[in-house]
T-cell receptor
Framework: DTEVTQTPKHLVMGMTNKKSLKCEQHMGHRAMYWYKQKAKKPPELMFV???????INESVPSRFSPECPNSSLLNLHLHALQPEDSALYLC???????????????FGEGSWLTVV | AQSVAQPEDQVNVAEGNPLTVKCTYS??????LFWYVQYPNRGLQFLLKYITGDNLVKGSYGFEAEFNKSQTSFHLKKPSALVSDSALYFCAVRDDIEAAGNKLTFGGGTRVLVKP
């Protein structure tokens, strides 16, 4: 089973709203990711969590705030977004090793975000 | 730095004909190479990967890819394309010595259109 579950599938929010995207995996993966994807473009890495600690932040604006409550869950808190933040937000996970190596990243179906 | 190029924005092929999607990469060390497929309004699905070993890698849905170190290529192939293979295909690379955490670099994507 290589399933990453994301909710909601669609979200419309105003520029003053606060909302959250949620992601869950039960594959025992210890690395979790948030990517942003614009139409017909490749995914862009936003954040990486490794063993529940933030390990990579790709200079993402502070209006995006990630949270990893435990090894199975990953949230992305959204506040004061701009219309240009409208995109598909993909959560992903992979195995992780403290001694190196790289493992396949598995993606969820994504959350379509529209900022109005 | 690691990079990957997909020279064709779109590939058109008739159903039943062979399908090839091109990918070339650049890394400092040895590459970890991946292919993903994205169907309309869906997340990315993992197709196959090359880490080490046999240069010909077999993956899901009848796809295979050939690793060519001298040409720094990892082209995706399918002997007989189906209309249902119409999708957006992404090649991705990770350098084994890149000190950048779990960062996967994606190509720009190639849209495949299989006509009946």
């Amino acid at each position: 089973d290589t399933e990453v579950t994301q909710t909601p599938k669609h979200l419309v929010m105003g520029m003053t709203n606060k909302k959250s995207l949620k992601c869950e995996q039960h594959m025992g993966h210890r690395a979790m990711y948030w990517y942003k994807q614009k139409a017909k473009k490749p995914p862009e890495l936003m954040f990486v969590y490794s063993y529940e600690k933030l390990s990579i932040n790709e200079s993402v604006p502070s209006r995006f705030s990630p949270e990893c409550p435990n090894s199975s869950l990953l949230n992305l808190h959204l506040h004061a977004l701009q219309p240009e933040d409208s995109a598909l937000y993909l959560c992903a996970s992979s195995q992780e090793s403290r001694t190196g190596g790289f493992y396949t990243i598995y993606f969820g179906e994504g959350s379509w975000l529209t900022v109005v | 730095a690691q990079s990957v190029a997909q020279p064709e924005d779109q590939v058109n092929v008739a159903e039943g004909n062979p399908l090839t999607v091109k990918c070339t990469y650049s890394v400092s060390g040895n590459p970890y190479l991946f292919w993903y497929v994205q169907y309309p309004n869906r997340g990315l699905q993992f197709l196959l990967k090359y880490i080490t070993g046999d240069n010909l890698v077999k993956g899901s849905y009848g796809f295979e890819a050939e690793f060519n170190k001298s040409q720094t290529s990892f082209h995706l192939k399918k002997p007989s394309a189906l209309v249902s293979d119409s999708a957006l295909y992404f090649c991705a690379v990770r350098d084994d010595i890149e000190a950048a955490g779990n960062k996967l670099t994606f190509g720009g994507g190639t849209r495949v259109l299989v006509k009946p």
